[in-house]
């Protein structure tokens, strides 16, 4: 009978130590120290002027006047954010920016999907010119159509409402809007529509059913980039509200510049991070349909 040798074979010296890591290549590793540097930079850049806000926001008049710029505030209170609620209007500001903005949102998303779908989906003559015609809308500047507004929404005795923002936001966001959504159904298979109609499906419910589920992210995506444009405008607001009840956030902001020129940073400080903390948290929201959004369009169907 054969005996086995169950005797654990010793490793050698060389086979204990153990496999020396490759360094990097100088170039890898500098190019590595470059974007991180270059990371941080930009990091420093985008938060700093967002920490300094915060913490402007609970500082005095005198801590601005007589401390550093980055000092410490003295009292964590919250005194600035009930003046910038109360005694600034912030509320009511707040609110003639949503009752302006959104409405004027829903009417760039539908009428802007609507104008994509036709311009890349149907099929007639001179869809090419009324896209270039909304491409060539893209490229007015805002502050030439100003006086001529202004002067239409006077005969026409819309001054002294919120209308005249309504109607000039939905008409200057229309062209990004219609171009953009005509990019993104540009990416969606012709077949998908065709399947559609075969099955019965009209230009109605092929739009409302088949269209906008496939480029739903579009909209988002959209969606945020106008309201972005839309909610900090200063100029439009600016130039057709003439009472202080119709006033948005952003010439809302203005109110805090006292005799003399005189700033009361610590109020203002306060509404700009109220206005920031209420566009980050629509941001945060949809973070991940913008993400698809942004990458819907990259690989065709």
Same mark, same amino acid.
Do not use: E, H, P
């Given at each position: 009978m054969t005996s086995v040798d169950t005797t654990v074979p010793v490793p050698t010296a060389a086979a204990r130590r153990p496999t020396p890591r490759r360094r990097p290549a100088p170039r890898r590793r500098l190019g590595q120290i470059v974007s991180g540097a270059l990371v941080a930079l930009l990091l420093v850049i985008v938060v700093g002027p967002l920490v300094w806000m915060l913490l402007g926001s609970f500082? !005095? +008049?005198t801590e601005f006047l007589e401390q550093p710029v980055w000092a410490l505030p003295q009292q964590w209170n919250l005194d600035n954010y009930v003046f910038a609620w109360t005694q600034g209007n912030f509320a009511q500001y707040a609110s003639n920016s949503i009752l302006t903005v959104f409405p004027s949102l829903l009417l760039v998303l539908l009428f802007g999907s609507m104008a994509g779908f036709a311009l890349e989906v149907l099929v007639w003559k @001179?869809? @090419?010119a009324i896209l270039i015609t909304f491409l060539a809308g893209i490229m007015v500047p805002t502050q030439m159509i100003l006086l001529p507004l202004f002067a239409a929404y006077f005969r026409l005795g819309l !001054? @002294? !409402?919120l209308w005249p923002l309504l109607i000039t936001y939905t008409a200057t966001s229309l062209p990004l809007a =219609? *171009?953009?959504? &005509?990019t993104f159904f540009r990416a969606v298979p012709r077949e998908i529509f065709e399947a559609a109609t075969l099955d019965g499906a009209g230009l109605i419910r092929s739009f409302f059913l088949v269209g906008l589920p496939m480029v739903r992210n579009a909209l988002f995506t959209v969606g %945020? =980039? +106008?309201f972005f444009m839309l909610w900090?405008?200063?100029l439009i607001a600016l130039t057709f509200t003439n009472s202080g009840s119709l006033r948005t956030l952003q010439v809302g902001l203005l109110n805090f510049t006292g005799q003399f020129g005189s700033v009361q940073y610590g109020p203002l400080f306060a509404a700009i991070c109220l206005n =920031? =903390? &209420?566009i980050l948290v629509?941001? %945060? *929201?949809?973070n991940k349909q913008v993400q698809k959004g942004l990458t819907a369009g990259a690989v065709k169907g």
């Open positions: 500082k !005095t +008049q @001179g869809r @090419g !001054t @002294g !409402t =219609v *171009f953009l959504m &005509a %945020l =980039v +106008q900090n405008d200063l =920031v =903390v &209420a629509i941001y %945060l *929201f949809l």
